[in-house]
């Protein structure tokens, strides 16, 4: 059938497995939002259009083969360093800066940068030998760090954090030498003292509270205590939809946002939190298939930092919720209410399924 | 900007792609380790320490509010109401409700009432409480204030009247220095009680038998189990334990009885109480001036408090109880009695009264009332005149010591341990007391005037009345009582509580207590006696014996002249009696503060008292027999 048709009526290209995979976060999201917003229909239906514009997004871009995709990327990334220091320029003297607000839509640049750098760097290393050069390492480090920097200083350490490990993990794909790793770490660990001393008050403070939180339990430990109490409380099988106390009694702050997940533990206990990790973890090893047969360089590691960088948005975000990681503003992937990351990253499943669909057509 | 270069080297896409799966498949590696550390996080949070997180979650949930009892009820003997629960309202405020409460309580105050002190108070308890609670403003709200605000309500979110039980006391001043008054828990009573049962409670006894029964008044809290947000409001109503009502009280006080002696002692200061001999029960026990009590079961305001503090006659001072008055000649009948029981004197011993006495060797003169003297007298004569000659020397043959002692047990000198607080003990003198407490030795011509009741000596009208009660019961001293029966809640039938027997006197011989009493009754059935003016138109016999108190000392040689002394030196007037005096149902005691002779004013109080309670006993017991033998 599709031989008499021509290629873009015929069926889109998608991953059925990454699709199935995504439908059912998605919609074990919206459920539980439902919940920890309080029966908040019209803020579900808010998210659900958000996610419908971003499943469009990720349809649209899945349609689009790889070497265009390739082709946009140093424009992408030109317009999103440009847009992080126009923001910065112009929002001299203002505490938060990282909204832009285009009129129509209102845009977080930082969001752009997720993909942006990752793209940059793979498409940087794209025609290069691998593993690459000290020269070609010491250049890709400049791409990422540029973006990250300037995030840092909106402040916006989670994003910034992301931003930084998209890159380093494309760089760490194409083969970056153990040695280098280790010394970048070593690098980040001596530089950590002076990245205090650059955080904003309100981030001590976080890294403060995460180390003690029980120091100032009403205050600044409350959001670490009652998270983990709503998960602890949750047992193994959890308390029952709509029955999570602490977030209905709103003892869980940010409990539709950065905190879902305590919600979600609180009422399906120990089996979801298992089954959305395990979810999760089918989407990262699906993404990293989709790379390890992907058949040019910068589409292997793009698709395999994007599949990497979803695993530190889980991993960061369980661990803020457990209490084993300091509270940085990093939402659980898809069931965490808001637009931006949930576009952003169906975006990058986009990229990820054309890079699938795409991987017999070789340029 | 990098553009593709054909310089490049040839690169090896298999070669790459299995560097890179290599590398993919050690992050892979790392992942699942990393998220099955993670999920080990969760596994110990949900399953290890699940259950002292679901205890957390609880606790953070649910709390416990208290549900205040409602206070028990006084009656007296009769069954009137002397103590209860109205309902009232109070006005109240959400603040977190109301944009500008100065705005609101300015629109309130067109129709309710309220004055810079209720904008004060309100303004102070703000901040005890938190935005969505309710806070009171004003209480006990009139009817119509209620009404006017009632219809107005839509005009005011945020404000309501809202009702609830205050204590009122219906016969006001009449009964204060017996119930006493509740008042808002302060910090010392909250020393005192049981904070998990007082935790609703707004309200505490004060004084009086409020004070004293309060564990009886109280009840048993109540509680509530609510569930509440993080923020402490409260969403529902969980589990409800109802509050046990507190115990209703009968008090052995007769409203219309304490209302005769109260209205007999007209404008004069003064106390009267009343005991019934048999059971020690109190049946009037009055101090007057009172003061309004409901003053305080609302919360009253410093400047009425400094007002009734200052006020003439001292309302607050709880005469009966509290008040030391010099017995004066009221002793008398129990100086006999010692006399004739410790064998000093018999009922037939003479004494000559020319009006003087002197203790030999000393050249002071101790005076009768009467100047001439009284001539040949034996113990009944000298009780029914009052002859002081008499008292003089049989204290002297007596001695402080042996009075000490025998009077000790009347219970004069210690506490009569009523059932309220406050009591003061009096004070007994002796030779001991004296050389410890003002560290001297004891002169006889104490003991000449201690005779008299003068001197050291100082009762309260109630050990007085109880000494009185004892005396004609013969002999059994009870702790008096004014709590009669108790009422639990739900119970049909009220539980008899009975005065504890303290003591009983020591006798050697019944013949003596009646020759005591027989005096007393010549006091006012004699032909010289005292107080004859109360024996008029009685339908029963009463006996009785007067008394005066020495406010001001006279020097020796200066004769007392009430009309040149001024009226807070005069002396108190005392009278004692019992009736009906073949079987006594009523001992009383009255104290009228500078009432001069005792015969005059007080003898005619007791009078009133004594009809008011014998007038409806004898019509409703005609029956009623002395069950303690010896009795006159």
Redesign the interface.
């Known amino acids: 059938m599709k031989r008499f048709l021509p290629a873009w009526l015929g069926l889109p290209r998608l991953d059925p497995v990454l699709l199935a995979l995504l439908v059912l976060i998605i919609v074990f999201g919206l459920v539980v939002l439902y919940s920890a917003s309080g029966h908040d229909t019209a803020m579900v239906y808010r998210q659900a259009v958000r996610l419908g514009v971003g499943l469009l997004v990720m349809l649209v871009i899945s349609q689009v083969p790889p070497h265009i995709l390739r082709i946009w990327t140093p424009w992408l990334y030109g317009i999103g360093v440009i847009i992080l220091l126009a923001t910065w320029i112009l929002g001299v003297g203002r505490g938060t800066q990282r909204w832009l607000d285009l009129g129509i839509v209102r845009f977080q640049p930082s969001e752009l940068m997720k993909l942006a750098v990752p793209m940059m760097v793979a498409w940087y290393l794209h025609p290069r030998v691998l593993p690459p050069a000290w020269k070609a390492v010491v250049f890709a480090l400049g791409i990422l760090l540029l973006p990250t920097l300037l995030i840092v200083r909106q402040p916006d350490l989670g994003t910034a954090l992301l931003v930084a490990a998209s890159g380093v993990f494309t760089l760490y794909l194409a083969g970056l030498r153990w040695r280098t790793l280790l010394g970048f770490a070593g690098v980040a660990a001596a530089a950590a003292p002076i990245l205090w001393l650059v955080m904003q008050e309100y981030q001590r403070d976080r890294i403060r509270t995460f180390l003690n939180p029980e120091a100032d339990p009403l205050g600044d430990g409350w959001n670490i205590i009652q998270s983990k109490i709503a998960v602890g409380s949750g047992g193994i099988t959890g308390k029952g939809w709509l029955n999570g106390t602490q977030s209905h009694l709103e003892f869980i702050p940010e409990r539709h946002t950065d905190f879902i997940l305590a919600v979600l533990s609180e009422e399906f206990g120990l089996l979801g939190v298992t089954l959305l990790m395990l979810v999760y973890l089918l989407l990262i090893a699906r993404g990293l298939h989709i790379a390890s047969i992907a058949r040019d360089t910068s589409s292997r590691l793009l698709a395999g930092s994007l599949s990497l960088t979803l695993f530190v948005y889980v991993l960061v975000n369980g661990g803020m919720v457990a209490g084993v990681l300091p509270v940085v503003g990093i939402p659980l992937p898809l069931i965490s209410y808001g637009g931006t990351s949930a576009v952003t990253l169906l975006a990058g499943f986009g990229i990820l399924m054309s890079i699938y669909s795409h991987r017999k057509f070789i340029k | 900007?990098?553009a593709?270069?054909k310089e490049?080297?040839i690169?090896e896409?298999r070669d790459?792609?299995r560097?890179?799966?290599h590398?993919?498949g050690v992050?892979?590696i790392v992942?699942?380790v990393?998220?099955l550390a993670?999920?080990g996080?969760?596994?110990w949070?949900?399953?290890f320490?699940?259950e002292?997180?679901?205890t957390?979650?609880?606790s953070?949930?649910v709390s416990i509010r208290p549900v205040e009892p409602n206070r028990g009820l006084i009656y007296d003997r009769r069954g009137r109401v002397i103590a209860e629960n109205r309902p009232t309202y109070r006005l109240e405020i959400v603040p977190e409700k109301v944009e500008d409460i100065e705005a609101l309580l300015d629109e309130l105050s067109e129709l309710i009432a309220l004055s810079e002190y209720d904008r004060k108070s309100f303004a102070k308890s703000r901040r005890h409480f938190r935005e969505f609670d309710s806070v009171p403003v004003k209480f006990n709200l009139s009817e119509q204030e209620v009404a006017r605000f009632s219809v107005n309500r839509h005009r005011f979110d945020g404000a309501d009247v809202v009702p609830y039980l205050s204590r009122y006391y219906p016969y006001g001043e009449l009964l204060t220095h017996v119930i006493g008054y509740v008042g808002r828990l302060d910090a010392a009573d909250i020393a005192r009680t049981d904070a998990g049962n007082y935790r609703g409670t707004r309200m505490i006894g004060k004084i009086g038998i409020e004070r004293f029964q309060e564990t009886k008044l109280h009840g048993t809290s109540g509680f509530e189990r609510v569930?509440?947000?993080?923020?402490g409001r409260v969403?529902r109503v969980l589990e409800r334990q109802d509050a046990v009502p507190g115990t209703d009280l009968v008090l052995s006080i007769d409203v219309a009885v304490q209302q005769a002696a109260w209205d007999a002692l007209g404008e004069w200061p003064g106390a009267v109480v009343a005991i019934d001999p048999l059971d020690g029960s109190v049946i009037a026990l009055v101090s007057k001036p009172g003061y309004d009590p409901n003053m305080f079961a609302h919360g009253i305001s410093q400047q009425a408090y400094n007002k009734i503090l200052d006020a003439p006659g001292r309302p607050l001072f709880n005469r009966a109880l509290q008040g030391g008055y010099m017995p004066g000649s009221t002793i008398k009948p129990f100086i006999g009695l010692a006399g004739l029981e410790l064998g000093v004197v018999t009922a037939q011993t003479r004494v000559f009264s020319n009006g003087t006495f002197y203790i030999e060797g000393y050249d002071r003169p101790y005076r009768d009332w009467k100047e001439s003297g009284h001539g040949w007298v034996t113990i009944g004569s000298a009780l029914e005149q009052s002859v002081n000659t008499y008292f003089y020397q049989l204290a002297m043959d007596l001695g402080i010591d042996r009075i000490h002692d025998y009077l000790a047990q009347f219970g004069f000198g210690s506490a009569t341990g009523i059932d309220v607080p406050g009591e003061s003990k009096g004070l007994l003198p002796s030779r001991e007391w004296k050389r410890k407490i003002q560290d001297e030795p004891w002169y006889p011509g104490e003991t000449v005037i201690a005779g008299i009741g003068q001197g050291f000596n100082l009762v309260t009208p109630l050990q007085l009345a109880n000494a009185v009660a004892t005396l004609v019961n013969g002999g059994n001293r009870y702790a008096p009582r004014l709590l009669y029966a108790t009422k639990q809640a739900g119970d049909e039938r009220s539980q008899r509580v009975r005065a504890p027997l303290v003591l009983q006197v020591s006798k050697k011989d019944p013949q003596n207590w009646q020759v005591v009493l027989e005096g007393m009754d010549r006091v006012v059935n004699g032909r010289r006696g005292t107080a004859r003016v109360i024996a008029v138109d009685s339908r029963y016999r009463v006996a009785g014996k007067t008394g005066t108190a020495q406010v001001y000392q006279l020097g020796t040689a200066e004769k007392y002249e009430a009309s040149e002394v001024a009226q807070d030196l005069r002396d108190h007037a005392l009278f004692v009696a019992f009736a009906p005096v073949e079987s006594p149902r009523i001992a009383i005691a009255v104290v009228v503060e500078h009432g001069g002779a005792g015969s005059r004013v007080a003898a005619p109080v007791a009078r009133a008292t004594l009809d008011a309670w014998l007038d409806q006993e004898i019509e409703q017991k005609p029956e009623r027999e002395i069950e303690q033998g010896s009795g006159p």
């Open positions: 900007m990098i593709y270069s490049h080297p690169k896409q790459e792609q560097l890179f799966q590398r993919a992050a892979f992942i699942v990393s998220m993670l999920l996080r969760y596994v949070l949900q399953v320490a699940h002292n997180f679901a957390r979650s609880e953070n949930r569930e509440t947000n993080a923020s969403l």
